[in-house]
Nanobody
Framework: QVQLVESGGGLVQAGGSLRLSCAAS????????MGWYRQAPGKQRELVAR???????NYADSVKGRFTISRDNAKNTVNLVMNSLKPEDTAVYYC????????????WGQGTQVTVSS
């Protein structure tokens, strides 16, 4: 019933920018937060950034000052503007939606590739 549609991945040179978008649809209730994770080859999936329905923001230390997350709760969308990209940002980026309170459910997009060349 819940679908996450991601867009905006691609290839960019170091120092460039990309914008990722994620739109959630379906039977969505009690959104906790929406955000982005990423997974590079040989590494574990890690949180990049997330924003709660109340507007609380969280960023990974590695992207603070470079990435900006924003959301539109009415449309159940979340965007990630990535500036000053580095080769180490190369990964598959996954949209994440968490719903519920105390007991929660996670939904995931299919992933979009971001490649940053040196």
């Amino acid at each position: 019933q819940v679908q996450l549609v991601e867009s905006g991945g691609g290839l960019v040179q170091a120092g460039g920018s990309l914008r990722l978008s994620c739109a959630a649809s379906g039977s969505i209730f009690s959104i906790n937060y929406m955000g982005w994770y990423r997974q590079a080859p040989g590494k574990q999936r890690e949180l990049v950034a997330r924003v709660s329905s109340g507007g609380i923001l969280n960023y990974a230390d590695s992207v603070k000052g470079r990435f900006t997350i924003s959301r539109d709760n009415a449309k159940n969308t979340v965007n990630l503007v990535m500036n000053s990209l580095k080769p180490e940002d190369t990964a598959v980026y996954y949209c994440n939606l968490r719903t519920g309170n105390l007991v929660y459910s996670d939904y995931w997009g299919q992933g979009t590739q971001v490649t940053v060349s040196s």
